[in-house]
């Protein structure tokens, strides 16, 4: 195929790219994202062993005992209890718990009656108050 | 409003296009790379207003499950009961035997959700021979 040089160059033609429908594309697509755009919102966990089932078969006792918080309803309301203390909010709790051993772990005892935000805010002022180990214990069953 | 006579001479006035098609493509190209096409599926809960643990996690949960405020155990799209989940929970433990220790599995518990619903979630992973749990927060509100 011969391309005729001498016939582009003596008209001096310009070629031009028609823009318009590559544009028109471009705005279908944003328009199409913009539309179908879903905000999720960021999700964080919070790690915790699940107490395994007791068993009578050993008698050996530990040496160090966990420190126990137990999430349950006092007086109809929910609160956390650390041996006798009674916290009605977390942040009380976790400037509680930061004043004891941390490498025993810790075990939330959750009963039947307060909701799970409760249960979450035991096993997160457990976590920033130090303890690497959160033991999830459900009590009721 | 007297118009001055440059008009009348027939200048001929041009929009610029330039920055705006730059500005529509840039918006392209963000949307194209911020697009998410598998987590639409997470359902819409009120999770527990705590900031996590706030660390990486890359291992896979093997099994999530979505506790709703009424109760209601979902997998996937299904409703779930008890018994059901305990075969899901099974078979987890079962297509993971490699890494049945280190599996845990993602609870999406709705805050308002009775925390006696999740003690019986949890102990019926804990009877699947599951050791740990993850709990998920929502650290942005």
Redesign the interface.
Known sequence: MRISARKNRRRNERLTLNMASMIDCTFLLLAYFLLTIVVLEPEDQLSSNIQPEQTTASGARQDFQPQVVDVELVDSLPGYRLGSRLFRDSESLRAALEQLRIDSGLFVRVHPGPTVGFAASAMQAGRDAGFTSVTYVPEGQ | MKFSRANRRGIFLMLDMTPM?DI??L??IF??WT??LV??S?LELD????????AE?TEQAGLILN?LPDGTIIEGDEIVSLERLEVLALAAVDGNASQAVSL?P?I?????????R???V??V???SG????????????
């Open positions: 098609i529509v493509f918006l392209l949307f194209l697009m998410q987590q639409d997470r999770l527990p207003r705590e900031p996590g643990e706030q996690r506790l845990r993602l999406r518990a709705d805050r308002n959700a009775p925390a006696e999740l003690n019986q949890m102990h992973l804990r009877q599951l050791s740990g749990i993850r709990l998920a927060t929502s650290p942005g509100r």
